[in-house]
């Protein structure tokens, strides 16, 4: 979720980033569930229905521990999460050296605000990498 604040807040719930080429297809993928951090001040009926509505990862911390138990719940599945550190070491990882990143225009802004948000919060620097339009360079 993206608050309307001049510098907009994310609320990240997951990041996924995938390696392919036009001769492999996709050859990699690395996905982490982030920590949503602290919701500002009336977004939370917003992640809410976007948790429900949408990708259904759930806000509350309880759903998103290591199970320490064997005893499952029915019906309940639980999404281990990964500390902001952790994330940025295994995206440094992952690039392999690269810094150019490509996704949907559409989804360049909300890419770099998770990004900022997730380096914002937890007094890390944000990795240097550039997000461009995918369709720039499958056309060009």
Do not use: W
């Not at 976007?50 to 990862?57: D, M, P, R, T």
């Not at 295994?90 to 605000?113: A, T, W, Y």
Request: proline share 7%; aromatic share 8%; glycine share 4%.
């Amino acid at each position: 979720v993206k608050t309307e604040d001049d510098t907009p807040i994310f609320v990240p719930a997951e990041i996924s980033i995938a390696k392919f080429s036009l001769q492999e297809g996709v050859t990699r993928v690395y996905q982490a569930f982030t920590v949503p951090g602290e919701i500002p001040f009336g977004y939370k009926r917003r992640c809410m229905e976007s948790s429900n509505n949408g990708h259904q990862i759930p806000l509350d911390a309880e759903y998103m521990e290591p199970q320490d138990s064997l005893e499952e719940e029915e019906n309940i599945t639980k999404f281990k999460l990964t500390p902001d550190v952790k994330i940025f070491e295994d995206i440094h990882r992952f690039l392999s050296g690269s810094e150019v990143v490509f996704c949907m225009p559409e989804k360049i802004v909300q890419c770099e605000g998770v990004l900022r948000t997730i380096a914002q919060r937890s007094n890390l620097s944000q990795p240097t990498i550039s997000i461009l339009s995918l369709p720039e360079l499958l056309y060009r």
